[in-house]
């Protein structure tokens, strides 16, 4: 199973700006779209954006659209998301995953990291 490790989460004030990165684990991330999926509390999981396997085309969630951005840099297999004007609803844990068809949604039988936090409060 591919395996991933997510980074770059904390605490941030409403307005504020995080950069969250996923590495791959024992494989390269070139031969996949790979996308960010978050889950907040008593929430389903969501998909928030994804990336295509060289970085031509990008898919993002209506709720997230101008304010994040998905890139990848297949050199250092990361992929990464920079969240700005973030607000509290923004506050889950977010993974990374591959995402087929650039459809915001997991591949099936994906196996999902710890993922990092991100909150977003005052």
């Known amino acids: 199973q591919l395996q991933f490790v997510e980074s770059g989460g904390g605490l941030v004030q409403p307005g504020g700006s995080l950069r969250l990165s996923c590495a791959a684990s024992g494989f390269t991330l070139d031969s996949y779209p790979i996308g960010w999926f978050r889950q907040a509390p008593g929430k389903e999981r969501e998909g928030v954006s994804c990336?295509?396997?060289?970085?031509?085309?990008?898919n993002y969630a209506d709720s997230v659209k101008g304010r994040f951005t998905i890139s990848r840099d297949n050199a250092k297999n990361t992929v990464y998301l920079q969240m700005n004007s973030l607000k509290p609803e923004d506050t889950a844990v977010y993974y990374c995953?591959?995402?087929?068809?650039?459809?915001?949604?997991?591949?099936?039988?994906?196996?999902w990291g710890q993922g990092t936090q991100v909150t977003v409060s005052s």
């Open positions: 990336i295509s396997q060289r970085g031509a085309s990008t």
């Open positions: 995953a591959p995402c087929p068809w650039l459809l915001l949604r997991p591949q099936a039988g994906s196996s």
